[in-house]
């Protein structure tokens, strides 16, 4: 079975085809990354008109390249309200021009199913899901393909946002994460005494809000705003670095063995673009775990379609297909009890 899927939850327009939930025929994703870059964050509105002119294209280029598919996949939800109906009215348009079935996809459970889709990925539960992007940030309990339980989640910024904010603070260019990481390679992370925010009576759920502030004030002086002048100099930018990225990856890695230990878990499944960071692997394999974990291919990481198709193969399996007509998008969602 061949399913088309259609990614536009935010800034990257992104096209796929995948057989059996597992083998990848065709996949492209399209970046706005520069477009947006010189606003130091994703504008909304731009990012939908963007989308307008990417999605055919693409969608054209996938069956030429893959041949007919026999159902469409689409993420309508989370995401930016806009960007999100780019995409469900291509999927919706194509499946009832086609007579194709349509399958509504959370592209945040994805995000957890791309970790499956691996070469080396195995499937073991119950498992442990780590979502860290740039719009979440939780822990679940993952009975099988579909089946979530939140254990912690965010309760103010997710973990890539902090980190685009404080990149800007640090006048480094958007997306923040990788420029961080580079500059913090020069830094030494013990010389800024940063610390985790902690959830009074939630120990597994994160607060990025506090450490945000903490950087502000060092770069900025006591109670400085984000318009204020720097108080230290460009040489000390790479140990605050080094010190903000060693405190917000330290406190995702010691909730998350913390949550492994509330289950017989049998693995770690990590999804979301902050899984990219080196310094976020370094900080796991130095823990040097009895159980798996799987961590998604490169090109899987960020939001793309790939992983919307593969997981829809597992929603088409359990007859979780919507009417053209009806599928509706849910541009937030309430992840303090379950996802699914």
Known sequence: MKILGIETSCDETAVAVVEEGKRILFHLIASQAEV?????????????????????????????????????SVANGPGLMGSLLMGTTAAQTLAYSWDLPLIGVNHVDAHLYAAMMGEEAKMLFPALGVVVSGGHTFLAKISSVGSYTVLGTTVDDAVGEAFDKVATLLGLPYPGGPHIEKLAEAGDPSLYSF???????????????????????????????????????????????????Q????????????????????????????????????LF?????????????RDLSLDNAAMIAG??????????LASPLDIKVFPKIDFKSALC
């Open 247 to 282: 405190t917000a990856l330290g406190d995702i890695v010691e909730k998350s063995l913390k949550a492994a230990q509330t289950f017989p878990c049998q693995a770690i499944y990590l999804g979301g673009g902050v899984t990219n960071s080196r310094a976020l692997k370094n």
């Open 36 to 72: 947006h870059e010189r606003y130091g964050g994703v504008f909304p509105e731009m990012a939908s008109r963007q989308h307008i002119d990417r999605i055919l294209p693409l969608v054209e280029k996938a069956i030429e390249e893959a041949g007919p598919v026999d159902a469409i």
């Open 285 to 297: 394999q130095e823990k040097n775990l009895e159980i798996p974990l799987f961590w998604p291919p």
């Open 195 to 245: 610390k985790g925010g902690v959830v009074k009576g939630r120990p597994l759920d994160f607060s990025f809000s506090g450490l945000k502030t903490n950087v502000l004030y060092t770069i900025k002086g006591k109670n400085g705003q984000r318009s204020s002048p720097d108080t230290i100099s460009d040489e000390e930018k790479k140990h605050i670095a080094a010190s903000f990225q």
């Open 311 to 320: 997981l829809a193969y597992h929603l088409y399996q359990s007859g979780a």
